[in-house]
């Protein structure tokens, strides 16, 4: 039981990661495609950017391992 | 043609126009007599979303940003989408401060400014100006937008669809953390209670519903018009002709070109006859090779722009329009 809530929430950590990756790739210099509306998420989100920021920063490479996930890109 | 019964409907929108073309082919003038013509049978709203204004100039009078009635029936407006963006920006930022900690919010405020720096920032904002002023219900029978030059144009009718898939992608994603969540809760609180109570979730569908509302404006096809000016000369004509190309390959049909600054059959004899032959040229082409039917051809008028040569424009597009 305890595995499964582990690996639920590992998951949703892993989900949460990319979707703040979609809306704030600036941040990355990857231009986002409505920096716009980026603008007026960043106060909703404030808590959760700068721990996302550190995690991405604790990966290896985290275009290596974006690019792995995207079929066809590897 | 009456206010009456659309005002009675739900969803009542505007006819727009939109009028594009290079740079000093004369598009705000024709816009504005376009405005006039438009007037004479509703409530009409001319607005600039050309960073270079020129409504100003053209009708000798100082146009702000919050309309201003210039006749029976007309109203203009330049939209300074920069202005806009600085009251966005300075609102996001005061939410952030009263969301954490002054530290925290003092670096995210710089993220902020990145964003605000982006390439994308001013043209998205512009669209939302011209949705926000579209979806208004039922403030103006017509609105002609008089928008910068032509590729910023183009770019206007492929953003909603695109916004709205990468929106549909971030509030899909968005329900499939909450519903990880609800599962990893084992019961203790629900997909939907979840879904209610979260703030990003929100937020994303709110800006999916009004672009929503901006896609049904732009496919609404028998209320949009979108009219390229140009002048029977070489370079306008080729980016008049590249236009209506792309817009026609993103399937969005362009209802005509207007020319403006023909030489008329008076003038001809005291015109450099290399001139008046250049423009015959470049007239024909216009009439056959665009492949959209020339809806206007308005004289070159002499004594530059001037109220009675505005009406004499109108005359001519008020037939266009009818």
Redesign the interface.
């Known amino acids: 039981m305890d595995n499964l809530t582990e690996r639920l929430a590992t998951e949703q950590v892993a989900l949460e990661d990319e979707l703040m990756f979609f809306m704030f790739s600036d941040l990355f210099g990857f231009p986002s495609p409505f920096p716009h509306i980026a603008i007026e998420l960043v106060p909703i989100l404030a808590d959760r950017i700068e721990p996302w920021l550190k995690r991405m920063a604790s990966k290896r490479s985290v275009l290596s391992e974006k690019f792995s996930q995207c079929d066809g890109w590897a | 043609m009456t206010d009456g019964p659309e005002k009675r409907e739900v969803f009542f929108l505007p006819d727009v126009f939109f009028v594009g073309g290079k740079g000093g082919v004369g598009k705000s003038t024709v816009a504005v007599a376009l405005g006039f013509a438009l007037s004479e049978r509703g409530r009409t709203l001319v607005a600039s979303t050309d960073p270079a204004h020129s409504l100003s100039d053209i009708l000798s009078e100082g146009i702000g940003p919050s309309p201003k009635k210039v006749g029976e029936n007309l109203f203009c407006v330049e939209i300074d989408v920069e202005k806009e963006?600085d009251r966005?920006?300075t609102s996001?930022?005061r939410?952030?401060f009263?969301?954490?900690s002054p530290a925290?919010?003092e670096?995210?405020s710089r993220?902020?400014d990145?964003?605000?720096d982006?390439?994308?920032?001013v043209e998205?904002?512009t669209f939302?100006k011209i949705v926000q002023i579209v979806s208004n219900p039922s403030s103006y029978r017509y609105v002609v937008f008089d928008t910068a030059p032509t590729g910023h144009t183009l770019r206007l009718f492929v953003l909603p669809d695109?916004?709205q898939s990468?929106?549909e992608?971030?509030v899909k994603?968005?329900r499939?953390?909450l519903r990880?969540?609800a599962?990893?809760s084992?019961g203790e609180k629900s997909f939907e209670e979840l879904l209610e109570k979260d703030?990003?979730h929100r937020?994303l569908e709110r800006?999916l519903e009004s672009v929503k509302r901006a896609v049904k404006v732009f496919r609404n096809r028998e209320h949009l018009h979108i009219f390229f000016v140009l002048n029977p000369e070489k370079l306008p004509f080729e980016e008049t002709r590249r236009a209506i190309r792309a817009l026609s390959d993103i399937g969005v049909p362009v209802s005509g070109v207007i020319v403006n600054r023909v030489i008329p059959k008076d003038l001809e004899g005291k015109l450099p006859e290399v001139l008046v032959r250049e423009s015959r040229f470049w007239l024909n082409r216009i009439r056959s090779d665009l492949g959209v039917p020339v809806l206007a051809e308005i004289p070159l008028l002499m004594g530059g722009v001037r109220p009675e040569t505005i009406r004499e424009m109108a005359g001519a597009l008020g037939r266009v329009i009818a």
């Open positions: 963006l966005y920006v996001a930022k939410q952030l009263s969301a954490v925290v919010a670096r995210l993220f902020i990145i964003l605000r982006s390439p994308g920032t998205y904002a939302e695109l916004l990468w929106l992608e971030l994603r968005r499939e953390v990880l969540e599962m990893r084992l703030a990003l937020s800006r």
